[in-house]
């Protein structure tokens, strides 16, 4: 469903700073968390380290916005990950 206009823009108000300080104070702590977990493993510096599948660009197609709004996801399960219920362990906060 939708939210009302006014109910967007109000929680934002409250919602958005929130959300920005532990942002903030999450990144604080990073460079000490990233000290303890892998700190040589940056695949965004460096490519060779990812793990992931390689895709063949023949496997790759252009979509368009408008192909996009009516795809059905509902029987698609979400995982913990994906709710950002991942173990305390992982946090960074």
Same mark, same amino acid.
């Given at each position: !469903? =939708? *939210?009302?206009?006014? +109910? +967007?823009n ?6 958005a ?10 990144? %604080?702590k990073?460079?000490?968390?990233k000290q303890?977990?892998? $700190?040589?493993?940056?695949?965004w510096?460096? $490519? @060779?380290?990812?793990?992931? $599948? /390689? *895709? /063949?660009?023949?496997?790759? #197609?252009?979509?368009? /916005?408008? #192909?996009? &709004?009516?795809?059905? @996801?509902? =029987? %698609? /399960? &979400?995982?913990? @990950?994906?709710? !950002?219920?991942?173990?305390? @362990?992982?946090? *960074?906060?």
């Open positions: !469903g =939708s *939210l009302p206009k006014w +109910v +967007v109000k929680s934002s108000q409250f919602l700073p929130k959300a920005m300080k532990k942002m903030y104070k999450a990144c %604080l990073y460079p000490d968390w303890k977990h892998n $700190p040589h493993f940056k695949p510096l460096f $490519p @060779e380290q990812s793990q992931l $599948p /390689a *895709l /063949a660009l023949s496997e790759l #197609s252009l979509q368009h /916005a408008d #192909s996009l &709004e009516n795809i059905d @996801e509902s =029987s %698609l /399960a &979400e995982s913990k @990950e994906d709710r !950002g219920e991942g173990s305390d @362990e992982d946090s *960074l906060t």
